[in-house]
């Protein structure tokens, strides 16, 4: 089959490069199209096998094995992937924020007031390194942001990489790419 007998849609200003074909020719083409008997059953079980393949290609795509334009669309392209680096890049309070929650639910279990008033005092320690670390987080990547994709749109990139930047890191994805300490 040469190029130009392609199905592919092609430019509208583009000279065609072929012959219109005659009315017998492409009413026998659409004739055929239409005239492919796919059952219900048939199509549902195509549509689910497409819908299976495209799962996994993402599932592949966000374990970090996988082409990123198979990344769901919140995670595409150079402005996204530069918010999850930055994060990725530097250790930030909340992820810790899990494993220290359930040391300070122990303590405050625990029948010991000096340790109940200990784990009150680790809430409110925490909670505040958490606030002032993202206010951090936010100021430099906006900066950063700024610096490198002058004039583009970065809408909702600080929003993503703050909500990346709760979780802990090997439960992130996809999954990062950039080592701790490392420059995005």
Do not use: C, H
Not at 48 to 58: I, V
Not at 84 to 93: A, F, G, Q
Not at 147 to 170: C, D, I
Request: cysteine-free; glycine content about 4%.
């Amino acid at each position: 089959m040469s190029l130009t007998d392609s199905k592919m849609p092609r430019d509208p200003q583009a000279p065609k490069g072929r012959p219109t074909p005659k009315r017998s020719e492409s009413q026998t083409q659409r004739r055929s199209v239409a005239n492919t008997s796919m059952t219900r059953k048939d199509a549902s079980k195509r549509q689910r096998d497409d819908r299976r393949t495209a799962m996994e290609k993402q599932r592949q795509a966000l374990s970090g094995r996988g082409n990123e334009r198979d990344l769901p669309l919140r995670d595409r392209g150079p402005i996204r992937k530069f918010g999850r680096d930055y994060i990725d890049s530097r250790i930030n309070i909340a992820e810790f924020f899990l494993p220290l929650a359930v040391v300070i639910l122990v303590l405050s279990v625990v029948q010991i007031p000096a340790l109940q008033n200990i784990a009150l005092l680790l809430w409110l320690v925490v909670i505040v390194l958490i606030v002032v670390d993202s206010f951090w987080s936010v100021f430099r990547l906006r900066k950063q942001l700024a610096e490198r994709f002058p004039g583009q749109n970065t809408k909702g990139t600080v929003w993503y990489a703050l909500m990346r930047s709760l979780q802990m890191r090997r439960l992130r994805l996809p999954k990062p790419q950039v080592k701790r300490g490392e420059r995005p």
